[in-house]
């Protein structure tokens, strides 16, 4: 009989023990569950991600610009590249390498300044007209139509020759100082853009307006 009784004491002490470690873990993953200690310690973080995203703005600029001329240029560019001797400027034969570029774009002429307007009598005034200028360059929206490397080539020694960077001359071709070989060549164009444009807008104010125009580009 005492040994029955010694054996259920055992038996419910650890029924006791076995509750209390049941208790201890079901505190332990409910806390780990909301705090994401298991996902701490697998190294991952199993809640949803996060990020801070911080916007400065850096610069705001007025900008007083007319565009008078816009003008689709279409250019074809070859490009040649050789090997020199080291140490000399002497090509080594048959070391060309070739690239053909076709580009796509329009540049736009305008002023950056504002016309000056000088009432000289009643309905008479006189504009002036400041120096054009450059105003950008646009490309297509598809980047397919921009540029086109229509051929590339090299002749039998031109495996040591650096290849030819179509980029560089991209970028050089949209740069506003390769645009004003056209300004000069458009002015007549842009001027008389420019007169139509300041006339329609004067007399629509002063029907009876007469304009004179006083052009810093002649």
């Known amino acids: ?6 054996f259920m004491k055992k038996v419910l002490g650890a029924k006791v023990y076995i509750w209390i470690v049941v208790a201890v873990l079901a505190i332990f993953f409910f ?22 995203i911080y916007t400065q703005i850096t610069r705001l600029e007025k900008v007083n610009e007319s565009v008078f001329l816009d003008v689709g240029i279409q250019k074809v560019e070859t490009i040649e590249k050789d090997k020199k001797i080291p140490g000399t400027n ?23 300044e504002g016309v000056k307007v000088k009432k000289i009598s009643d309905h008479e005034y006189e504009l002036t007209i400041p120096k054009y200028e450059v105003i950008g360059v646009k490309v297509p929206d598809n980047p397919k139509e921009r540029y086109k490397l229509y051929d590339t080539s090299g002749q039998l020694l031109s495996g040591a020759t650096k290849n030819i960077d179509t980029g ?6 949209h740069s506003n100082k390769e645009q004003e070989v056209y300004l000069k060549q458009y002015k007549e164009q842009i001027t008389e853009s420019a007169e139509k444009y300041y006339t329609s807008i004067v007399t629509s104010i002063d029907p009876e307006a007469k304009l004179r125009f006083k052009n810093m580009n002649k």
């Open 1 to 6: 009989m005492k040994v029955v009784k010694d």
């Open 31 to 52: 806390v780990a569950k909301t705090y994401n200690i298991i996902g701490f310690f697998q190294g991952k973080n199993a809640s949803d991600e996060r990020s801070q």
């Open 90 to 112: 002497i090509s080594i034969p048959l070391s060309v390498k070739k690239a053909i570029i076709i580009l796509n774009y329009t540049a736009k002429f305008g002023i950056k």
């Open 168 to 173: 560089e001359h991209v970028a050089k071709s």
